[in-house]
């Protein structure tokens, strides 16, 4: 059937038009069909790769940002860029994120963005933030989080934006929303992102104490939803990728554009209140010590 | 104190009256006192059974529309137009939903309603499909679901629109919106009852893989609240009953209400809309197409 | 962290301000620094005693009012008082909630203040109940509740208006929101407070049908958190306080808002129209004819 519908590239039903429709006609190319962008090679400031395989539809962008694969300006905006073009590309059906790093997925926002920065780089960086989640948790090609490391604050985050999250069954290797840590807030939309995919009440409980949870808890706790041993999660993620790839298209990103719509409406509505709630924020004095202390600590920590 | 409550028809608290309050100012007679319609035997064309015990204030449907209790114009109508006569009935204060056949309870909807027919033959069908929700998600009895054989599609919605669900405990015999699966799509308030049921994340990944779930896994789930031995189902149902007889019914009916109203308004304040989307998603080519590969795949699997 | 940050008395973030922000500016003292109010020896009609420790910032408010420590007019006022006390005492950050009375920890509203009463008695009974919840669901500290015997009804709300559950490992106890077996009917926020810690369908199964669940059923459906020794109740959550402290405290707060500032919000702007439904409610014939009973029901099983 899927071959059939194979034709069909939009659709709307009950009212609700796909998040980000696939717009067909304006189909670029951006590389050699098997390779979207051969970015590893040709440019040393790139932050991941992208391999797109023509044959199955499944593209994987492995995050390759030394040391801990944190999210920076450079780093959003180049994931950003490249959801953009597979989202665009008809070949590919689903996307596979991991980490080319050992030990870390993502150590989420990169906290020298909101440090010592002045109100317009804290903009610009905020706004950033939001295009990476909108284009992942809006995506209508299938996501599979390959979780093959740590995955703290921004980087549990995208991994809940995912369809589905596989994670190393290695108890050493934790996710979770856990910014109070660091005295900072998770804003609303991670936050529905997490209760969409948890519940409200470990929500609350998991963002009041900032808790990191290690895979076999995170497995309980519903934060990812399967566990194999390390060196099975890509290979697990595009096994899976096949399953989804059976049921039609068409059928199924009306139906997750039905699940995730109204809280990626939320954002879209508030997106500028939201920056500019951020941007108050993070440049408070009370916050920015905060920050200093955290980063501190750190380097103790490698010390 | 459910007997002194009895004489208590209607009630509003917290702002709410109840979604379908017995107006029992005019009530009818339509049969004898045990059996509401003698359908089984008075029509060749009847869909059910009603069998209505005055004396413990149950009331059984058995659906016996062969061979798959498809749910067909006539099917639906006859069901709506039964619950909205139990409902007025004082006599009766719950409902057990059950299959008269083998192996089945409710395929769900009558794919030869929505295949090769005009926009208003469609149309006429989706708000029939609507009224048998809105009958039963927001009926005022105790519903029960003695679901005795395997429930797709809306077979499942049904189940999950009654108050509780008891499942023959045989792993041959499974459940859910499966929908997908057909290149069609569960509409918003299919979704809701699920989600109301099992939460958002089980909800997005059945919806999106049009996911059936097997006895066992429908129990863990929360699709379904009890296995028995099949023979047991419909005993179990009447037995359970009694027990919710024992909450004084206007307490429980204003409860329920409480819980289920703001979904029912949902469907409402928009059934209009919600017939359009599905008229114009249904009779697309590329979705009869779809229909039609179904059905025929179903013949050959027949044959 | 939390330390650094102890100045910052007032944050706002994602648009939200904190419920019941601490009006640091407006510090009263109101005891001496180790027994905020000394009530348990200065008044004969006090029904609770409250003892901070400002070294550890914990208060511990123990409920004693015999027999079952009712939530009587003159025990929500109370109640709510001192959570106004504690919310502005700097030197306070968490509250343990608990029973100085055996096997019971509240048994709810006082249903003698909704029996033969005025309509002007039951308005302002009514307003002090939404008072304590508003004082306890939205309050910026930690809060814990020691469950140290059984909580049916308004009992139950206190506890999951709390932050953290812990309850006596003991089956004879137990919890829940049990009011349609009294055949009157829990409010909206009640439910929504339910909704938010175990979710839409246990909500709807347990407010149907009135369930107590004892304390083992609790922990696993989602009431409570945590089972310990009856005698560890008090200093479980003491020692599960000193976790929360590490968080830094404007975060927290900021993310308690964040997640129950909605529910919160509800009440607030529907505070008339849900006195009024309430009022209409208790003050019909059944309904006091309903609570007459219960009450010699219950003097039946005295004697």
Not at 112 to 123: D, F, L
Not at 134 to 151: D, E, R
Not at 162 to 185: F, H, K, W
Not at 270 to 291: A, G, H
């Amino acid at each position: 059937m899927a071959a059939v519908l194979a034709g069909s590239a939009k659709f709307t039903f009950w009212g609700r038009s796909l998040t980000f429709a696939r717009r067909v006609t304006v189909h670029r190319h951006y590389g050699p069909p098997c390779v979207v962008s051969a970015q590893r090679n040709s440019s040393s400031s790139s932050k991941m790769t992208v391999d797109l395989d023509s044959g199955t539809g499944i593209a994987v962008i492995r995050f390759h940002s030394p040391p801990v694969n944190s999210l920076s300006l450079d780093f959003l905006t180049e994931f950003a860029s490249n959801m953009e073009k597979l989202e665009l590309d008809k070949g590919c059906r689903g996307v596979v994120l991991t980490s080319a790093l050992p030990k870390i997925f993502s150590a989420g926002l990169d906290i020298t963005e909101m440090y010592g920065k002045s109100p317009e780089h804290c903009r610009e960086f905020w706004k950033a933030v939001q295009e990476m989640w909108l284009k992942l948790y809006g995506s209508s090609m299938v996501t599979m989080a390959a979780i093959n490391g740590s995955s703290p604050a921004g980087g549990c985050l995208m991994a809940l934006s995912c369809d589905y999250r596989i994670m190393a069954d290695n108890p050493r290797y934790s996710i979770g929303l856990n910014e109070t840590q660091l005295g900072i807030v998770a804003p609303f939309w991670f936050k529905e992102t997490m209760v969409n995919t948890v519940g409200h009440r470990v929500t609350e409980l998991s963002l009041q104490l900032g808790l990191m949870y290690i895979a076999p808890d995170a497995l309980k706790s519903g934060l990812v939803d399967q566990l194999v041993a390390e060196e099975m999660v890509v290979t697990t993620a595009m096994e899976t990728l096949a399953k989804w790839f059976a049921v039609p298209d068409h059928a199924r990103q009306i139906t997750k554009s039905m699940m995730r719509k109204p809280t990626v409406d939320k954002l879209l509505s508030s997106r500028e209140v939201d920056i500019n709630n951020f941007v108050t924020f993070i440049t408070k004095d009370s916050i920015q010590k905060s920050l200093k202390m955290y980063m501190e600590s750190l380097r103790k920590k490698k010390a």
